[in-house]
Every structure is written in structure tokens, then in C-alpha cells.
């Protein structure tokens, strides 16, 4: 129901609609396929049942619950309820934050591939955006090229950045080493950092995400961090993101630039919402969610590499996507990668175009599905995509 997954395909922006006969599995929208801790939905009913729903201050119970849940999820301590913001969604909040650090028209450093709200929202916002590509080692491994990385700061001035941590679309984790580099040379050049860690409680088996803010005591200062509920609890249509700032004078910047537009405020059954997530049982059902999810990735990143000649992947280490790269696959088969996507879409694969996250032969496949609509969806590709 209200689902923009099924409901918007062949909208024109949005994937085609599959033919007659075949019914649509939703692979494209970074939503999931997975019914929300029942607990949210308490919470919510709970909260409906008082007939008032008038102006409102945030609970302390909500401060409560995100500090304990980032305590418990994520090592962090010291968090008081004074560091926590909220903010209409991430985006807004990276916006926010990056008006904070620069003036319209300046320079702001992104890794690509780069998530397509990242790219929009700084365009859009009248930012320029500069790209430090990230790489696969001989491990099939993305990585971070720090020279690169360096090279671009220093030629552009730059003075922002935002930094993908577990990265979308490649579904990287990084390591504690590779962010305390990467802080080492935003402190060098004294570039403040937007960390996005939205999919930071969604990491697959065997890995760990580390806190942006946690690697120095400099990195504290210059990073604001955020987070919500959304990615983790299929929440996004409730709205509501919440960042973590610890520098006094970011955060008060913040607080003011967040509040010119009048319109960033709290729902009050979205305040709820994440309370009723971030209880015991949402610890109990995001760790059984990552086993899941862990399952679908390792299934569909064994089934590329064992079925579909031409095209590859790196393993992802956490969020629920696939980035799958087809370049060798459409020079064979003498292709278009439009071609390719619309094959996937006639038959209800309603996959992703990569291009639309900075990628050139890429598709992005969303796996957040029960695995019996995983394996139904590679076998359609099999049959009907890349082996008809």
C-alpha cells in the first residue's frame, strides 16, 4: 500500500511497467520488500489512540532512545541529547550542513559512484560538485584513491565534503584505518565533513561500521553525522532523520540554517515511530534483518558470477544493494545498456539504472526481498535477460 516502488513504475522516471503476465519485484527503490518491527507499529497505534495532535516538544524518551541505540549499535558514548538534531530527511540535513561550511556556488567533495540524492540535492542547491573516483583493487574490492582524493581538494579549494559511510551504491564498509586516513587529509586542508551513515546498522556478516566521529578527537569536531531510522526500519514515508553534532558552534549554525525554511520540523507519530524501533525487540529484529540480507547478497552475488557471462560485481559488505557492472556483457551482445534495462523491466525485473548513481554500465539491484522473490528474479534474468 503507498508503495512508490510498485505503484510509480512506467512513470517515465521510474522503471517500465513489466508486459502482461509477469508481475513487477520491486528491485529499484532503496525501500524494502520486509514488514517493520511490530513495535513501530504499537507505538504509532498507541500515540493514535490519544485524540491530540496539536504543537508538541520532542520526548525525552526519543533522545533516550537514540543515544542508547547508538550506544549499543555502534560503540558510541558520551552522547547527550543536546548533540542530536533532527532533520526532514538526510538529505535535508546534508544540506543544512553543507550551507553551513560553504556559500552557494562553492566546490564540495563527493566519491563516486555517488548516490543520486547526493548528486541532485548539491546541483540543485546550487552547488558544484567534485568527484574522486573510488577504485577496485586486485581483491575486487572498492577503495578509497587518497591521492586522488588529496589532489582534488587541494586543486579546488574545497572546504566541504561528504563522506558515504557504509558507501551506496557499492555497499562498502569501511575500515577504521581508511576513515582515520580519510580524516587525516580533510583535517590537513581543513575540509568539515557531512558523514552519512544512514545504512549504518544494515552490515553484512563478518563486518563492523565504524563512526566517522569516533576515529580522532579532530574528526568529532569537524563531522556532522547522520542517521535515521528509515533505512533500517522501512520507514522513509514517515519522514524523520536525526543528526549528531558535537562542535557547539556547527551545531548552533546548523540549528539556524535547518530552521529558515520554516518546515523542519518533528510528526509527532514519527517521534513514535523511532521510539518504538530503537526498543529491545528492533536490536533483536535488525540483527536477524542483516543475517537476511547477508543470505540474499551471497546467493545473488554467487549466481552473477556462476551464470551471467560479462558482467561482474564486488561483494558488498553492507546496505541491501548490488552494483553490477555489464560492460563486457553489452560489448558482446552488441547492446545498449537502455536495451539491457528495458529486457529486465519487460519481464518485472524493475531494476535500477547505475547511471543514475555516476556508474556507466552499471545496474543497481535492491535485495531487500524475501529470498524466494530473489531467486524468482535471477532466474527471469537468466532466462529471459542475459541468457535468452
Given at each position: ?62 533522545y533516550d532512545a537514540i ?232 546467493y545473488a552475488y554467487a ?86
Open positions: 500500500m503507498d508503495a512508490m516502488a510498485v505503484d510509480n513504475l512506467g512513470n517515465g522516471w521510474a522503471p517500465g511497467a513489466p508486459m502482461e503476465g509477469y508481475d513487477a519485484i520491486p528491485m529499484w527503490v532503496a525501500d524494502m520488500n520486509f514488514p517493520t518491527v511490530p513495535t513501530v507499529c504499537e507505538y504509532i497505534i498507541k500515540r493514535a489512540s490519544h485524540p491530540a495532535f496539536g504543537y508538541f516538544e520532542t520526548r525525552n524518551e526519543y543515544i542508547n541505540w547508538q550506544g549499543a549499535r555502534n560503540g558510541m558514548s558520551g552522547i547527550l541529547p543536546e548533540n542530536i538534531g533532527y532533520e526532514n530527511g538526510v538529505l535535508g540535513g546534508v544540506l543544512s550542513a553543507i550551507g553551513t561550511f560553504t556559500s552557494k556556488g562553492d566546490n564540495v567533495l563527493v566519491h563516486s559512484p555517488v548516490y543520486l540524492g547526493f548528486s541532485m540535492s548539491l546541483k540543485n542547491a546550487g552547488y558544484n560538485i567534485v568527484t574522486s573516483p573510488l577504485y577496485l583493487d586486485e581483491n575486487n574490492i572498492w577503495r578509497i584513491d587518497f591521492d586522488d582524493m588529496e589532489k582534488k581538494i587541494a586543486e579546488n579549494n574545497i572546504h566541504a565534503a561528504i563522506f558515504c559511510s557504509p558507501h551506496n551504491p557499492t555497499g562498502r564498509v569501511w575500515e577504521k584505518w581508511e576513515i582515520e586516513r580519510v580524516m587525516e587529509i580533510y583535517k590537513k586542508y581543513d575540509v568539515y565533513v557531512v558523514s552519512d551513515e544512514i545504512w549504518s546498522d544494515i552490515i553484512l556478516t563478518g563486518h563492523k561500521h565504524i563512526p566517522t566521529q569516533s576515529v580522532s578527537e579532530d574528526a568529532k569536531n569537524r563531522t556532522v553525522a547522520m542517521y535515521a531510522p528509515s533505512k533500517t526500519f522501512n520507514l522513509a514515508g514517515l519522514i524523520g532523520a536525526y543528526h549528531i553534532v558535537y562542535n557547539n558552534r556547527i551545531r548552533d549554525r546548523i540549528k539556524k540554517e535547518a530552521s529558515l525554511s520554516h518546515y523542519n520540523s518533528m510528526n509527532v507519530l514519527s517521534m513514535h515511530a523511532l521510539i518504538g524501533a530503537y526498543q529491545r525487540e528492533g536490536h533483536e529484529w535488525v540483527d536477524e534483518l542483516c543475517s537476511v540480507i547477508t543470505h540474499n547478497i551471497e549466481y552473477v558470477g556462476e551464470n551471467f557471462k560479462g558482467v561482474t560485481a564486488s561483494m558488498p559488505q553492507g546496505t541491501y544493494m548490488l552494483f553490477i557492472d555489464c560492460k563486457d556483457w553489452l560489448e558482446e551482445h552488441k547492446m545498449t545498456l537502455d536495451e539491457l534495462l528495458k529486457r529486465g523491466w519487460d519481464v518485472g525485473v524493475t531494476w535500477q539504472d547505475g547511471r543514475q548513481h555516476g556508474g556507466t554500465t552499471h545496474i543497481r539491484l535492491n535485495l531487500a526481498l524475501p529470498l524466494s522473490r530473489v531467486k524468482e528474479a535471477f532466474d527471469r534474468m537468466n532466462k529471459l535477460v542475459f541468457n535468452k
